[in-house]
């Protein structure tokens, strides 16, 4: 069995008052010098800086800025805080490291009173800084002394981050299952006690129509593309696949949607039955079943073609639909808003009430016009909008993505959020201090070779949902969540996912680890 790089160095890492503690208070026979900075990347510039440091005292402390004091970017920093802490405790010349939890390290500083605190040769060449000088006022309050590394190597970490961020997916997950004491046996328990689970989805059903052409040419006169049918296949998509997709994990379903009077209904239904989803079907007249048809040319998608009414469902449906949530018996309710016709400010007062007391509570709102907002979801146990969607829903377009994250948490009061970030993976908030070190984590994505995107946050509904159904934990949640959403990246169309397909991503990432 491999061992991590926080079990073998995780010794060094400590608290400011527990560091205090060890090397003692000041006048000390060994001398303490400590340096601070973000090292989301170490490259050369740091290890000249920390080796000269070494060179001046008897023990060296490595301070780190906490994830959530960095801003330098939308989504740094790319490397967490326990692992960056692990990185610098494993050089030789790293005595102790400790985690920031402040923006400034001037509240540890005044803790440890180290007796030098080091700089880069960068924060002095034109003049002293004034978050320098505030640090050099606290150094020299107590007789310590600030000094500056030479600067002939300089390296900017956001620079090289902007060239080639870092790829850590398997030692970011590798830390944050030993920081929550978890194992890939847990995660296999988890999927294991899925079976059985009984879960209500209420929401919009979409078809999804892949047609297949081969490309002819073009009209000489227009702008025209000229293609050659061959065929289509049809896709439940919307919460139909959602349904799917958590009966696949084996729970038991009901699935209540509105559909329209036509053939995709009948297709709708004799799918979803085959598939073992009772389905509790609104079937409005007035309104078509919602299609969306792509036409595909040698993989490439060309145009799609919609075919739906988004105007409110009328009382009488709502009422239906009401009585549904009502009445079924379930252990959770999951809304799928694709923003067709089913939730809107109009309804959505009278569906949440309707949720039967002490059910988990789930929302996902995946909405490709700016209509809907996931924070119309008041209270709810797991919502999983992806960024777009949460920067709308806050007005917020510029702030860095833990705090998008926290404002739409504390927006929606929800108990768990799993931002959704496209090839950068989730970012998870758990709870509302915000301020404190666990309150976010980030699990990478694993999708390996991207065939078709599409319906990878219903897999990561599904799979989340059931997970916190199960286990009551948000990282078993997330983690389980991204592998499911990375196994319908690597198909094309809307196929359920099953626990055999994420239990080989997990036995492929654990013989990865050495863990096996």
Request: charged share 25%.
């Amino acid at each position: 069995m491999s061992t991590s790089l926080t079990e073998r160095f995780g010794h060094k890492i400590r608290t400011p008052e527990e560091l205090r503690d060890l090397i003692g208070p000041r006048p000390r026979e060994q001398k303490v010098i400590m340096c601070h900075g973000v090292f989301d990347v170490v490259h050369p510039g740091h290890l000249r800086h920390l080796l000269y440091a070494k060179s001046k005292a008897d023990i060296l402390v490595a301070s780190l800025t906490a994830d959530k004091h960095i801003d330098k970017g939308k989504y740094r920093p790319h490397v967490p805080q326990e692992l960056r802490a692990a990185n610098l405790a494993a050089f030789e010349m790293v005595d102790y490291v400790v985690i920031d939890k402040n923006p400034k390290p001037l509240d540890n500083i005044a803790v440890i009173q180290p007796d030098y605190f080091a700089k880069g040769y960068e924060y002095v060449a034109d003049g002293l800084p004034p978050k320098t000088a505030e640090e050099a006022d606290v150094v020299e309050s107590y007789g310590g002394e600030i000094i500056f590394t030479p600067g002939d190597v300089v390296y900017s970490s956001s620079n090289l981050i902007d060239l080639a961020p870092p790829t850590l997916k398997l030692e970011k997950l590798t830390t944050l299952m030993e920081r929550e004491g978890l194992s890939f046996d847990d995660l296999r328990h988890t999927l294991a006690g899925m079976v059985g689970k009984r879960v209500h989805v209420v929401g919009d059903t979409i078809v999804d129509t892949l047609t297949q052409c081969a490309m002819i040419g073009g009209q000489t006169k227009t702008p025209t593309m000229s293609v050659l049918y061959e065929g289509h296949a049809n896709y439940v998509g919307g919460a139909g696949i959602v349904s799917k997709h958590l009966r696949a994990a084996g729970a038991e379903v009901v699935f209540s949607t509105v559909l329209g009077d036509d053939e995709l209904k009948d297709f709708v239904l004799d799918d979803l039955r085959q598939a073992g989803v009772e389905v509790r079907p609104v079937i409005d007249s007035t309104r078509p079943t919602t299609n969306k048809n792509a036409i595909v040319a040698g993989g490439y998608r060309l145009l799609k073609v919609d075919t739906l009414d988004n105007r409110t469902i009328s009382n009488g449906v709502l009422e239906n639909v009401l009585d549904s949530i009502s009445v079924v018996p379930t252990e959770a309710v999951v809304f799928s808003d694709f923003r067709h016709g089913i939730f809107n400010r109009r309804t959505i007062p009278g569906l949440v009430d309707a949720i039967p007391e002490g059910v988990f509570r789930v929302a996902d709102s995946q909405v490709a016009s700016r209509w809907g907002n996931i924070t119309e979801f008041k209270g709810f146990d797991l919502i999983t909008p992806n960024e777009r969607e949460a920067r709308f829903a806050i007005a917020d377009q510029d702030s860095g993505i833990r705090s998008l994250a926290s404002g739409v948490y504390d927006a929606a009061e929800c108990k768990t959020l799993l931002l959704k970030l496209s090839e950068r993976g989730v970012l998870t908030c758990r709870n509302a201090d915000h301020e404190s070190l666990d309150s976010f984590f980030s699990v990478d994505s694993f999708v390996e070779q991207v065939v078709d995107p599409v319906g990878a946050g219903d897999a990561l509904l599904a799979y989340s949902t059931l997970a916190m159904m199960v286990s009551g934990s948000s990282v078993q949640a997330t983690i389980l969540g991204v592998l499911a959403a990375a196994g319908e990246c690597e198909v094309d169309g809307n196929v359920p996912i099953t626990p055999a397909d994420v239990r080989a991503r997990l036995d492929k990432i654990e013989r990865l680890l050495g863990l096996a």
